[in-house]
Structures are given as structure tokens and as C-alpha cells.
């Protein structure tokens, strides 16, 4: 085994027994929790060892990091989310190789997805990405629609060729009524997922939690942890 490979065997030993902890403690079954390693600004080479590990869901935030990575790896049996601030030129590129988009959080975004979707003849898994950080109908400083947006834009997902709609995405806020409440963000976005599934039942993903506050997600009912330091480490950034 390789120094690098016995690292990232170590690293998610230690997250895989945190998430374990945590869902004990809320009584849930470790079943009911996904671990998306967040792979942004790693190389393709740690993409194939976390593969060789067992990790089948990876996420990353810049296309143009992403796209050459995911070209790279594209024999490994995994599904690619893309996580972060998504402008619509780079639409047609992420939509050839994410299986989810979770940070969709405006309609002129949706319908480029739907419309790079439908000509690549594929299904993509949607994410409203919500921002606790903004008033009920705003936006957050790092994406997002406010509360009071959600059910408007889940509706149009919903309703558009190639896109499923899977859920709800948040970003613990720094500021605003949440900042520094993880637990309380946590909670706030199950409430709305609660929501989003009266009118969406198979809406249910809930995507929550980074290396820093997992536990906090996973008590408050989060279906996906995203982690990315805890880990990969620190490594210098690509490019």
C-alpha cells in the first residue's frame, strides 16, 4: 500500500467511525447516511485511490477542475456531484459527467440544466441549494435561495425534461440568524425538506454537513455528508 493510499485509508476510517458514532447517537442505522467526499482541488490520482477504498460518491465545485478529473476517472463506478456556485456557461460541460447538481438555486439555471440535459439524453438529479443566511425570499452570500423560494423553484425542477428532483441542499451560514447555530441550520432545512415532501415524496435526499460539523447533520436527520479536509488532508490546490 502506498503512503498515500494507507493515509486516505486512515483518514476515512476515522470519518466512517464519526459518522458511525453520530448516527448511533440519534438512534439511526449507519445505512441512512452517505459520505460524498468532496475531492475539490485534489488531484485524479486520489479520485482513483478513494475508488480502490470503497467511496462511490464524490463531489467537486469548479467545472474546470472537475471536467478533466472526471474524464480521467471515467472507468471508476462513481457518482459525481457538483457542489458548487454554478454559472450557466458551464452548464453543458458539468451536465456530461454529474449525476446530481446540488447547488441549483435560480430558474435561468434550471432551465439551462433541463435543456443541456435533455440534449445529452440524460437524467439529472437536482439539489435546491438553501440559504439560511438570507431572508425568506433572498439569496445567500454563497448561493441559494431563501426559504420562501423553495417550493416555486422545486415545482419548476420538478416539471422540466432531464431533471429529477431529489432534495435539498444547505451550507452551515456564518451569519444571519443561523450563524454558528450548525444545529439549528440543520434542523431548519429537515423542516423544509419535511415540507418539500408533501408535494415531492421522492424528494428526500437532504444534503448537509462538512467535516467540521457532521455530527451536527446526522443528528438533525441529513442523508448526505459532504467532507472533504478530514479526509484528504490539506494538499496544495490545483492549477
Known amino acids: 500500500m ?15 467511525e464519526r459518522i458511525a458514532s453520530a448516527c448511533a447517537a440519534a438512534g439511526r442505522e449507519r445505512e441512512e447516511v452517505t459520505l460524498i467526499v468532496v475531492t475539490k482541488t485534489y488531484p485524479a490520482s486520489d479520485v482513483r485511490i478513494l475508488s480502490e477504498l470503497g467511496v462511490r460518491d464524490v463531489a467537486e465545485n469548479r467545472d474546470q ?43 435561468k439555471l434550471v432551465t439551462s440544466l433541463s435543456t443541456a440535459a435533455v440534449r445529452a439524453e440524460r437524467e439529472l438529479g437536482c439539489l435546491i441549494q438553501v440559504a439560511l443566511d438570507a431572508g425568506e425570499n433572498g439569496r445567500g452570500e454563497r448561493g441559494g435561495v431563501g426559504p420562501g423560494g423553495i417550493e416555486e423553484l ?18 452551515a451560514p456564518l451569519t444571519g440568524p443561523y450563524g454558528d447555530r ?58
Do not use: I
Not at 478533466?68 to 456530461?96: I, M, Y
Not at 422545486?154 to 451550507?171: E, H, I, K, N
Open 65 to 107: 477542475d472537475a471536467a478533466p478529473k472526471a474524464a480521467e476517472c471515467a472507468d471508476l463506478p462513481l457518482r459525481w456531484h457538483f457542489v458548487g456556485q454554478l454559472q450557466t456557461n458551464k452548464v453543458r460541460s458539468v451536465v456530461g459527467y454529474a449525476d446530481v447538481v446540488q447547488s441549483v438555486d435560480r430558474s
Open 154 to 171: 422545486a415545482a419548476f425542477v420538478a416539471d422540466s425534461p432531464g431533471l429529477r428532483l431529489d432534495g435539498l441542499m444547505t451550507v
Open 2 to 16: 502506498t503512503d498515500r493510499k494507507a493515509q486516505l485509508a486512515a483518514n476515512l476510517a476515522q470519518v466512517e
Open 182 to 239: 450548525q444545529q439549528a441550520a440543520f434542523e431548519r432545512l429537515m423542516d423544509l425538506s419535511t415540507d418539500l415532501r408533501r408535494a415531492h415524496p421522492a424528494a428526500n435526499m437532504v444534503s448537509a454537513g462538512m467535516s467540521a460539523d457532521l455530527e451536527q447533520a446526522v443528528a438533525a436527520g441529513a442523508t448526505h455528508v459532504r467532507v472533504g479536509t478530514a479526509v484528504l488532508g490539506v494538499r496544495p490546490r490545483l492549477g
